[in-house]
């Protein structure tokens, strides 16, 4: 049973490796790494690729690891992944590479099937990725012609390219995945017959864990610095329109949105993309080359201009320009949560009530300041695992204690003014039923899940076309992918 909870510690990372695999991430905000792969659309030819004269001459420069499905997996794919996870510091003290050739035909396997069961992802959020991937890459290094001399490409469109058909391939995968494991649901009986079958001695250890609660309160924006941003706004659209400056050169120079002002505040999105409404209805309103006035979202004031429209995504270039608080704002911030807070401690107001009248953090103001992790979705945090800042801000507090004024950041930088206190405290125990049923059911569903992966991946390994070559025919893989 050891061994079982360990595995299933694994599992909850592994229901995620397709963004352990040297691919791209999802996220702008994580390390970006490529490995390089070739998709094959002609089964029948890959199915004589041992024999067949031209697949042989296509793939002279990179051997060839194995074949699955519909799909290559080059040599130089393990090699890479193997320098990527080096890369971004990952422990490779047990990596093998019949490891890292395992997990790449695990994906080679989940987006073949994905084609055969026809789920579909469009070509505009793909699009989108990789516009998002190479604003990243080139705010790193400084310009987009650094990141083609990094990845030894020759053009932009050549990268471009590479990088979506890497993405496409992920994203189905992914997909596929997500429709093995979305179906999986575990009843109240399955939980507890679980945790039954858990041996006393061996169940889970939980670490310490708070329940948390916090006020904001954010330095007010007066309209004449809103005004100020505005009257700047026009002006450049102006120069644009009127004199035919280039929107693409004033993003680079002018705009503050960080991750698309390298790439001249290019996006590319449809209307299913997670944009804050008014930056969609901007986008969707108008016709190509059109610049629109100057507009307001939760991030600051904008104009944006459309470079093409492609069905049902546009690619669109905008200028963000955020507008500051100013001291006098600021003094008057610090003075109402400094004044709450001695209320507060003198047993005056409730922390909750204080929440819900003072409070400008709509997302926690009507929950009395309660907040929400968002790892697991429920209101608990574990020490050990919250956010470094978070973890030097309560760690210390007792139950019902309230922290000093800490001074913190919105997502635009502005300075905001927060308190936080402990609504209740668990201390490190091992794993009870009824204290711990979220974490518990959390287990058991994992590992449901990851019965079901098994059974589905040892379905298709027998179903599909796999051939493994060279000294990877050595390997002792997870999965039956010989067909011994």
């Known amino acids: 049973m050891q061994l079982k909870m360990i595995n299933l510690k694994y599992t909850i990372k592994q229901l995620g490796f397709l963004f352990l695999m040297g691919t791209f991430c999802n996220s702008a905000f994580a390390q970006v790494v490529v490995t390089d792969s070739t998709a094959i659309q002609e089964s029948p030819a890959v199915a004589a690729l041992d024999n067949d004269a031209q697949q042989a001459e296509r793939f002279k420069v990179d051997g060839v690891a194995a074949v699955v499905g519909d799909y290559v997996v080059l040599e130089s794919d393990v090699d890479k992944m193997f320098l990527d996870l080096q890369s971004q510091g990952a422990s490779l003290k047990d990596v093998t590479e019949c490891n890292l050739a395992g997990q790449i035909m695990e994906n080679k396997l989940y987006a073949h099937h994905a084609i055969q069961d026809s789920l579909v992802v469009s070509d505009a959020e793909v699009s989108a990725q990789v516009d998002q991937q190479l604003a990243y890459m080139t705010q790193q290094v400084g310009s987009l012609e650094k990141v083609l001399e990094f990845y030894k490409k020759d053009n932009e469109a050549e990268f471009r390219t590479e990088l979506f058909e890497i993405n496409k391939e992920n ?31 061996e169940r889970p250890r939980f670490g310490t864990e708070v329940e948390l609660a916090q006020i904001v309160v954010k330095p007010e924006i007066p309209q004449s610095e809103k005004q100020k941003i505005i009257d700047r706004l026009k002006e450049m659209r102006a120069d644009v329109v009127e004199n035919g400056a280039s929107f693409n050169t004033k993003a680079v120079l002018y705009s503050q949105d960080t991750h698309s002002k390298a790439s001249g505040g290019k996006i590319s999105l449809s209307r299913q993309d997670p944009y804050v409404k008014e930056f969609k209805d901007a986008a969707f309103s108008l016709q190509e080359g059109e610049v629109s006035q100057p507009f307001e979202t939760v991030f600051g004031f904008h104009i944006l201009t459309v470079d093409k429209i492609r069905g049902q995504q546009v690619d669109v270039r905008h200028i963000l320009l955020i507008p500051d608080v100013t001291e006098e704002t600021k003094t008057a911030a610090r003075e109402e949560i400094d004044n709450v807070r001695e209320k507060i401690v003198a047993g005056e107001l409730d922390f909750a009530a204080a929440a819900r009248e003072v409070s400008d953090e709509t997302e926690t103001r009507e929950s009395g300041g309660q907040l929400i992790n968002p790892t697991t979705g429920d209101t608990r945090f574990e020490l050990t695992k919250i956010d470094p800042v978070l973890y030097s801000q309560v760690s210390d507090l007792e139950e019902g204690e309230v922290s000093l004024v800490l001074t913190d950041q919105d997502e635009t930088g502005r300075p905001i003014y927060k308190i936080i206190t402990v609504t209740d405290r668990f201390e490190e125990h091992i794993a009870d039923y009824a204290q711990d049923y979220n974490k518990i059911k959390e287990l058991a569903l994992r590992d449901k899940q990851l019965k079901a992966i098994e059974k589905w991946q040892k379905e298709k390994i027998e179903t599909t076309y796999i051939k493994v070559n060279g000294e990877y025919r050595d390997c002792e893989f997870s999965g039956n992918w010989l067909k011994k």
């Open 171 to 201: 994203m189905l995968a992914s997909k596929m995945q997500r429709q093995i494991v979305d179906a999986v649901e575990v009843t109240p009986e399955e939980v507890r017959t679980f945790f039954k079958n858990i041996a006393e001695d």
